[in-house]
């Protein structure tokens, strides 16, 4: 860990510490009742705060100076990979299957346009005559 990181986990640890005491001295003047009640949560919240501190140091490991984030352990480590191999499958899945579905569609587009030029009365290659093209442009003006 850097000394950034070092010397801010020291001032808050001192602030606590500072906060406890502080607390510590104005719980005096409580009934008995109140100040048990205090203290078993203030031991939880150590206990929690030592389950968690522990879970959070597995899943880092430090070497040469620099901090990887790991797993938290190697147990079930064929499903880790698996899962995090389910959503790339399901994405190229996903991208096959648009490709898949827009060819269909241009190609039913096609057919429908294909099958109105067969089926019309003009010959396909009436389409193409340059003076079909002009016959049209004025057709349209009027």
Not at 16 to 23: E, P, Q, T, Y
Not at 47 to 70: C, D, E, M
Not at 83 to 102: D, K, R
């Amino acid at each position: 860990m850097s000394n950034h990181t070092l010397s801010s986990e020291s001032s808050t640890d001192a602030f606590a510490r500072a906060l406890v005491a502080r607390i510590s001295q104005s719980t005096e003047q409580l009934p008995h009742e109140i100040t048990e009640r205090l203290r078993a949560a203030r031991m939880q919240a150590i206990a929690k705060r030592k389950v968690a501190t522990v879970a959070y140091a597995s899943s880092i490991s430090a070497q040469n100076g620099v901090a990887t984030l790991g797993t938290g352990g190697e147990e079930n480590g064929f499903w880790r990979k698996f899962a995090s191999i389910v959503p790339l499958v399901a994405l190229l899945a996903g991208l096959v299957s648009i490709g898949w579905i827009q060819d269909e569609v241009r190609a039913d587009e096609l057919a429908k346009v294909d099958a109105e030029l067969l089926l019309d009365e003009l010959p396909p290659a009436a389409y193409v005559d340059p003076g079909f093209v002009e016959f049209l442009r004025k057709g349209q003006g009027n």
